[in-house]
């Protein structure tokens, strides 16, 4: 069973920076095949999809983002990892990671709350 589960969230003053991690088990030497995303939901609204990296690491992004996060991954360590820099009030959320590679697995999230 694939579980995920984030961590490097906390409060930030806008224009801040935060590295949020999000660490695999379960997925023995297949992690490295696996494609990644990472969501985020914001109060009152529905989730929304922030990063993406594929097996080979190509990174996609949504326009509301773009420029200013970064998905990478480190395949030795069963991890993805998201640079969040220039971080506005907007960006407050909860932010998830999941995979579709072999079933549809979400982690428990962690919180970004961006205020002065």
């Known amino acids: 069973q694939v579980q995920l589960v984030e961590s490097g969230g906390g409060l930030v003053q806008p224009g801040g920076s935060l590295r949020l991690s999000c660490a695999a088990s379960?997925?023995?030497?297949?992690?490295?095949?696996?494609?990644m995303d990472w969501y985020r939901q914001a109060p009152g609204k529905q989730r929304e999809w922030v990063a993406r990296?594929?097996?080979?690491?190509?990174?996609n992004y949504s326009d509301s983002v773009k420029g200013r996060f970064t998905i990478s991954r480190d395949n030795a360590k069963n991890a993805v990892y998201l640079q969040i820099n220039s971080l506005k009030p907007e960006d407050t959320a909860v932010y998830y990671c999941?995979?579709?590679?072999?079933?549809?697995?979400w982690g428990q999230g962690t919180q970004v709350t961006v205020s002065s």
């Open positions: 379960g997925t023995g030497s297949s992690f490295r095949t696996y494609r």
């Open positions: 990296i594929t097996s080979v690491g190509r990174a």
């Open positions: 999941r995979t579709v590679s072999g079933g549809d697995y």
